[in-house]
């Protein structure tokens, strides 16, 4: 693993991205079915933001379970949800979204127990609503996105793109439902968060394949999978990188979120955050890159390209890694292709090949 | 080139400084949300269909009585079905859940004395009125000066001291009949229990206000009652000069609406008609007042959210902490990765920060968008997204030089490809923080708008500053000689043949 690290580095080109392709296809499908089944069955707990109820949080250091609930029993409300939190906090849920009902409990609870810090009452309708703009605003985000893809890459980059981003969200709402974490306002924004990541992620990789099939592509000496594989490996590093440093601050937030009092809301968010990240992450490596490389070897051109390399023996084994001296042969010796990187052309013709320990070509002049 | 390069360099650099220096200097400070400073919010809903003008009204109202409590940044808006009011550090938060969730009383009193309007700043009494008084006290009580009102600063009764049964001083609402003046006036003799129905009606060719009551005591009789002592000009209501006949006031929300003057002993019928000089729009105004309390319509609080102040001061301080923690985890990490680079990754973080920290404040001084711990989360994680693009842009770097460009050259070539691969991913981002602010409600909308705004930042920050920092330095001699220090292979070195061949010697 290290050693990979190292080489993946240096620039070398050491990972067989297809090979793990297939691994990786049936680790997603365990677990997205392991989601979805999880879902199906045990289905979400719904926060009171969107099942409508309300919630206290109250300063009881002596307070005890049973003790709360006698107090609740006598309004009614014996079957809310009580919570011990850390820092001496009581945690009351109920599904009461009477605003009187809720206010006469709030006045008893700062009688008996202690300081209501937090309160919060949310009527039956509320939910829903909420609940139907957040679809709403999903559709039109991810037809939108298709389109913005369409237009700057390709249609078949979108279907990966989107592919990918729908496989992290249900994967994400799979570890919700698995482990029953309570789903808030909150949540819904480090889904759509893990969504903003998984899609930045995907297109910097797809930018990237783009790059490399423009470059390398006219030689026709390449399939589109040895391509991707090479964009894949030259990319993986920027991925890994990435990844760190959008999970260093989610990771201070959980750890401070855990400590401070009253942040649980926090520590959750950053518990999706997280999970989020490293599912994305590999969902642009490992299932965004595989769906657009199956789509694309089903062009007629590069299927062209796969058979007429098949026919000489050359696609047995593993998959062809691409060598530097070749991947770096400036695009000015290669034949233009219709879909180019739109890079800056005018850079003069550089040799292929430099002799070791290179001058830069201009003499050097003192500047100041 | 290179001298747009320094161009837009010393440009964002006086920009940035520039921003931070006037933010400074204006005071101005980020406004902190509901959840970051403790508050109240709470969302009303209309039992009914409701206008917009009738939610407007609804708005102004409740703003009228949130200003008592002095809250900083009351935030009070217009939903689709009804009113959403967020009083962001408000410290007695039972007082303004009750003030905002309660319909106002609506209070029929006879007049004692009608008063020309206070100067502001003078006056104001003490006032005894613990002694509270019986229905139809006589008048005199306050004209011989036994009982003294209890007035505030501008002369009138302040809500505090509103009751029922005391005489009270209360001004004239803002329209032209009861304007302008204050009214003295004896103990409650009715309340809005009475009222069933009121509206606008035009009869005899003038607009005037058709109330009806119920029947029974608490009805037609109780106003009969008072009827009766008004028409003749009984001490608990005089005549005034000028008049034929008593007046009774109508009172709501400690604000008199209309004084209309008695003109027959009784009402046989439960229809009363306030006839006056009504404007067609004061006569509906007079009606809905009477009809639906102080509020146009019927409003049910929704939600209710109560956040104490501690319990916002630690989630404020958990959010700055994780932040700060979270920063210096990401630039020990940026820099040891590599090494100066990452330095100029870090000063582009702090360039687009300080612009995120002028708007974010300026917004918050001028327009009252407050920050939320949503709007926290969206900027942590646009640290991350910020990160990323000097991130495409250093592995970009490095792939050039091993490709066999030299440092310079890489450096002019990486930028554009590099930039335009940024600009893709952000856009992405863009789209969705637009979609979410646009089409979504509460906390989702403060994390959409402030991820947005981050990533705005993002890209000017990216082209503007780390771009052109990178590409001057790429001109010293400082960073062709010694690439390692900038956390770049050596140039042309990995390309060569002889090179690939003694690496792998080492490597095996």
Redesign the interface.
Known sequence: MIGTLRRLYRGENPVDFPRWWRVAAVASGLGLLLSIGSFGLRGLELGIDFAGGTSYEVVAPDASVGEVRDLLAGHDAGGARIQLLDGDVVRIRSDIDDPARAAAIRETLTAELGVVETFEQVGPTWGDEVTDKAVRALIVFFVVVALYISVRLEWKMAVGALVAVAHDIVVSVGVYSLLGVEVTPATVIAFLTIMGYSLYDTIVVYDKVREMTGRLGATERHTYTELMNLALNRVAMRSVNTSITSALPVLSLLVVGSVALGATALREFALALLVGIVVGSYSSLFVAAALVARLKEREQRWAQVRSKLDGRGLLEGPTRPIGRDEASVPESRLIESADRTKGPARRRPTPAVRPAGGTPPRPRKKRR | MFRRQVVLLTTILVVSVAAMVLTLLWGNRPLLGLDLQGGVSV?L?ATEPATEEMLDQSVEIIRNRVDALGVAEPEISRTQDGVMVALPGVDDQERA?ELV?TTAELRFRPVCEVLPAAIPGTGGSSGTSDRSAEPFASCDLVRTGTVRPATGADGVTVPEDDNAGDFVILAGGDDAATGDRRFVLGPTVLTGEALEDADADFIDFRWQVGVTLHGGGVGIDGFNAAAQRCYVGDASCPVLAGYSNGLIAIVLDGEVVTAPQIRAPGFERDRIVISGAFEKREAEDVALALRYGALPVEL?????????A??GE??L???V???L???A??AL??VG?YRLLGLVALASLAVSGSLLWAIVAHLGTQSGLALT??GV??I??A???S??SN??YF?HL??DI?????A??SV??AF??AF??IV??????L??AV??W???????RG??FY?GLATILDLVATYCFMGPLIRVLA???WF?DRPGRFGL?A??????????AR?QEL?T
């Open positions: 969302r809903t859940l969730g049910v609080a929704e939600n209710t959210r109560v956040v104490s501690s319990i630690d989630s301080d958990a959010g902490v994780a932040g923690v979270g920063l985890l990401v990490f940026i990765y711990l949503a989360t969206g942590i994680v640290v991350g997204v990160v990323d991130v495409v592995e490095k792939e091993r490709d066999g460009r030299t310079r050259s002019d070539r554009p490809i335009s691969t893709k991913a952000d856009v992405a981002s789209i969705g979609l979410l646009w089409l979504t409600v509460g906390a989702v994390f959409a991820l001109h010293t001699r062709a292979p140039a042309g070195a990995v390309g060569s043949l002889a090179a690939t690496r490597v």
